[in-house]
């Protein structure tokens, strides 16, 4: 791990972003909260705060930390046809959590996977990636229009 004992106490934030595309039949299902497992988007909310929470027990060398806020948000989209899934972190601490956003938004959409596998085995995951991040000695970082841009 790094070693960020020298740094200073920031307030902390990272917000990141994916999708799952899927059959349009097979949204209508999860819509519908039709899908006999349950309901897939409260379970794969709850699956991305959850796995937020692990990062460090997850991703070798991620510093373990202690999250002040974790927002999922999965929202079906028909214009995919799928899942898209936001998630937002926060804390006060000395090192980042970009990858706990990232990690919420992965296992939520691995959840949604996993609760319509037997209904639709050919969605696709993508499309994981951080929208932004506040706080640090970099300050806030960005993503517009695909590209970088830091401010």
Do not use: F
């Not at 595309?21 to 497992?37: D, F, G």
């Not at 006060?92 to 596998?117: C, N, P, S």
């Amino acid at each position: 791990m790094v070693d960020v004992s020298v740094k200073a106490e920031t307030s902390r934030a990272a917000r990141a972003s994916g999708s799952i595309r899927m059959l349009a039949s097979t949204l209508a299902v999860i819509r519908a909260n039709a899908v006999t497992k349950g309901d897939v988007l409260s379970v794969a909310r709850l699956a991305g705060i959850m796995a937020a929470k692990r990062t460090a027990e997850l991703v070798p060398l991620c510093h373990p930390l202690s999250l002040h806020d974790i927002e999922v948000t999965l929202i079906c989209d028909d214009s995919l046809p799928g899942v898209r899934v936001e998630a937002v972190t926060k804390t006060v601490g000395r090192t980042g959590v970009e990858m706990e956003a990232l990690t919420a938004v992965t296992i939520a959409l691995l959840t949604v996977y996993d609760m319509a596998k037997a209904i639709d085995r050919e969605m696709t995951i993508g499309e994981v990636l951080l929208l932004e991040k506040t706080g640090g000695k970099t300050g806030q970082w960005s993503r517009v229009d695909g590209t970088r841009v830091a401010t």
